[in-house]
């Protein structure tokens, strides 16, 4: 092999795994969880690589590119819409976004979004 076809896989080689690793976690998406004060167990999951979230003491709040989610003690919040009501009692709450569409599941069960909201 040439010195120069040397020189240039020493650099494409790298480049390319770099290119691989960072396409494959921004296709992976991210995850954000933890229990509240009151006990409820939230965890959103997101295709989405950037992925916030804050707790008080019976209120998560996660926040993504394009959407903010907040988990109330009785109700699933989208950018100011209530979309679903949960039940008070509900232990584990599931949120999560794939393609901008969200999903709740509470205590394994989907539940199901308010009539009218799309």
């Given amino acids: ?3 120069p076809r040397i020189k240039t896989l ?5 480049l390319l795994a770099f290119t691989i690793l960072l ?3 921004m296709l992976a ?3 954000a969880g933890g ?3 009151s006990g409820r167990s939230v965890m959103a999951n997101s295709d989405t690589i950037w ?3 804050t707790f008080s003491y019976d209120t998560a709040t996660i ?3 394009g959407k903010k989610i907040v988990v ?3 109700s699933l919040v989208v950018d100011g819409v209530t979309v679903a009501k949960i039940d008070k009692d509900a232990a584990d709450v599931q949120v999560r976004v794939k393609r901008g569409v969200v999903t709740l599941v509470a205590d394994g069960a989907p539940v199901p979004t308010l009539p009218g909201v799309p």
């Fill in 1 to 3: 092999m040439s010195k």
């Fill in 10 to 14: 020493l650099i494409a080689v790298p």
């Fill in 23 to 25: 396409a494959t976690a």
């Fill in 29 to 31: 998406g991210g995850g």
């Fill in 35 to 37: 229990v509240l004060q």
């Fill in 51 to 53: 992925l916030s979230s």
């Fill in 63 to 65: 926040e993504m590119p």
């Fill in 72 to 74: 109330n003690p009785t």
